[in-house]
Each structure stands twice: as structure tokens, then as C-alpha cells.
């Protein structure tokens, strides 16, 4: 949230396994907003129209696919990523 106005946490399962407390704080963030059960297909866009536009989903649990339209991504995996 130091770089956006907006974050949305691509997660691909229910829940997070992190400690309560760094949850507590995620959830309680007025800018970020969590998509569970979610997992990012492929990072797509337009160099020619500036570079990343969206991202390709995909459901882990019914395979459904969607797109979230996104003005840049950051890929961590972990609390220490």
C-alpha cells in the first residue's frame, strides 16, 4: 500500500497460514482487498500500450477462468518472500 492506492492479494487457497496477528492487519487494510482460492494464469498486456494490463485467473477449485484488470504486480510468496 506504500506504492498503490489500491492492492488486491491474489491468493490460491481459503486461507493464510501466517499468524494471526499479520492477518488481523491485512484484513482490517481499507485498500486491500484479498481474492481467494485464485491463482495467476499468466501476466498479460500490450508493450506498445504500456506495458502489463491485466492478469489471467484461474479457480483452484472450479477451474473458472477471469481476468482482474491491474496497473503493475508484485510476486511474493511467503511472509518473508
Do not use: C, M, Y
Not at 492487519?25 to 504500456?50: C, Q, S, T
Request: aromatic residues 8%.
Amino acid at each position: 500500500t506504500k506504492f498503490a492506492s489500491k492492492v488486491t492479494l491474489v491468493h490460491r487457497r481459503d486461507s493464510f497460514r501466517a499468524e494471526r496477528i499479520l492477518q488481523d492487519r491485512l484484513f482490517a487494510h481499507p485498500r486491500i482487498k484479498v481474492l481467494w482460492n485464485k491463482a495467476v494464469e499468466r501476466f498479460a498486456g500490450d508493450p506498445l500500450a504500456g506495458g502489463l494490463t491485466h492478469l489471467d485467473l484461474r479457480d483452484t477449485v472450479t477451474g473458472a477462468a477471469s481476468e482482474l484488470a491491474v496497473d503493475g504486480a508484485f510476486v511474493a510468496i511467503g511472509h518473508a518472500p
